[in-house]
């Protein structure tokens, strides 16, 4: 139990705190649960959390901390349990109301007067808070209708993306396969060719050869030198 409120101490919201401290209001929120996670105590009215002075010197300890958060969370913890401990818990007398009212039919016609005037404030308050909350409620359903419209163009934006990327790559998978196979053509005709250039050599060489060899038989004919020689130029 906290007892180490002050009288009439000021009580903070997430967002007061979010501006006090210099922070994001969804970091308020993480700070108190990652306090809360290491034993810390905060005023509660139901689920959401109620700030005190102390409690923001705490989210800023966590702001400009440079150690791992949980660890400095439970430095603050170790410091709360000691000021809770120094506190000494408040009796606080509730005075009987019947007893204290005021017997002049004026004076208490005024005390009524008060408690109508705060009721009607109050009440004008709730009117107004009740009217943000729809103004509220209305911006947070735009919102999520921009993000439905913001993804559904983001997600078209990415098919027609992905279309263009598949029609250029198929393009270019086109085009490698009929440079390649105009290479494969080149190649089997230079192959052709040079196959051919072989024949004809081949029969160059074997040509050359029977002319060599009708002239070494002409030469080592001594009786038949010339005319032999002459018949095979004659041939």
Known sequence: MRRDIQANERAFSSKEVAEEVGIATPTVRKYGQILERNGYEFLKDGDRRIFVQSDIGA?????????????????????QK?????SKETDIAVPDIYENLPQDPNQL??????????????????VQLTDDMSQLKTSVSRLQQDHHVISSSIGNSAQKTNAKIEKLTEQQKNH??????????????LQKEIQKMRDEQRIEWSSQNDFNKRLEEA?????????????IFRK
Do not use: C, H
């Not at 989210?59 to 410091?79: E, G, M, N, S, Y």
């Open 59 to 79: 989210l800023i300890a966590l702001r400009d901390t440079d150690k791992p958060l949980d660890d400095t969370a439970k430095d603050l913890v170790f410091q």
């Open 82 to 86: 000691e000021r809770l401990e120094g």
């Open 109 to 126: 016609k005024e005390v009524l007067m008060f408690l109508v005037n705060e009721i009607a404030a109050t009440r004008e308050i709730n």
């Open 176 to 189: 490698y396969e009929t440079l390649l196979q105009q290479e494969k053509q080149k190649s089997e005709l």
């Open 219 to 231: 030469i080592q004919k001594p009786k038949e030198k010339w005319g032999g020689l002459f018949s």
